[in-house]
C-alpha cells in the first residue's frame, strides 16, 4: 500500500490541436489506503490521467511518486482497470483472472485457492471455465475485479469501471467494489462520470475541468462512514456536486470562459 503522489504533472499529445496541453499543471495527492474519486467532463483527460500513473505514458512534465519512489512499472505492481474491461478473449475466465499475478512472475500454488475464494465472492464460480465472449457485461467486470484483486497491487487504478452496466447492477458492483476494498485498503484513483459513484465510493473527489486542471478537490464527508445511497444527506450531496461540475462547464455560469 502506498500514496500516490502527482506533482505538477502536464502532458501534451503529439498531433494535438495547437499543441495545448491535455493535462495542466495537475497535482494531487492520494494518502495511503484511501479513494480518490476523480470526475469531470468527457474529454478533460481522466484517462490520460490514469494512464501516467499506470506507466503508459512516459512522455510528461511533472513528477510521479507511489509510496514516496518514483513510478516504475518493474519496481511496483499497479492494477490497471480498462474501461474495456481488459479481458483477453482467448483465455478462460481463470486464465484472465490468474493473468495479472503471472505477467507479474508472483504466481504461486496457493493463489489458486485465492482464485477460487474470489471467484465464489463475486459468483462467478460458475463461470471459470468460459471465455468472456460467453458472459454479460456485468460478469465481465466481474472477472476483471477478481483479477486485479487477486493481483494485490500497490496502488489500484479504475477508468469508469462501472459505466458500462445498467444502473442496478452498477450498484450492486460499487457495493460488490467496497466491500472487496475494504479488506485490503488499496491506494485508489477511480475515474467515474456519475456524481453518485463518486459519493459513494470517493473518500476525497477531484473535479476536473475542461481545461485539463484540478478545479476542486473536496474531502467527502461520507468517505469514512459512507451514507446509504437513500439517505436524504446523499442527495443533498449529489446536488451541491452536481451544481460544481456543471459550473466548470463553459457557457453554464463558471467563472469566465
Ligand atoms: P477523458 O478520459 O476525460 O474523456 P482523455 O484523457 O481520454 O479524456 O482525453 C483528453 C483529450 O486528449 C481529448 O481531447 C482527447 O481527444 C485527447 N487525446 C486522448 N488520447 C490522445 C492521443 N493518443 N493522441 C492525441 N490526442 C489524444
Ligand atoms: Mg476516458
Redo the contacts with the bound molecule.
Sequence with gaps: MSAINIDHLTVR????RENLP??SDVSLTVPTGTVCAVI????????????VAAGLIKNYEGQVTVGGRPLDTRKMTIGFMPQSYGLLPWRTVAENIRLGRKVKGLWQQEDEKKLEELASRLGISGLLDRYPRELSGGQQQRVSLARVFLLQPDILLM??PFSALDAITREEMQDVFRELWQQESITTIL?THYVEEALYLGGQIAV?GED?QIAELLDNPTGETPLRRSDERFFQLGRQLRQKLKSKLPGRGGEGA
Design positions: 499529445y503529439k498531433k494535438n491535455v493535462l469531470g467532463p468527457s474529454g478533460c483527460g481522466k484517462s490520460t490521467l490514469l494512464k477508468d469508469e475515474v476536473m485539463g
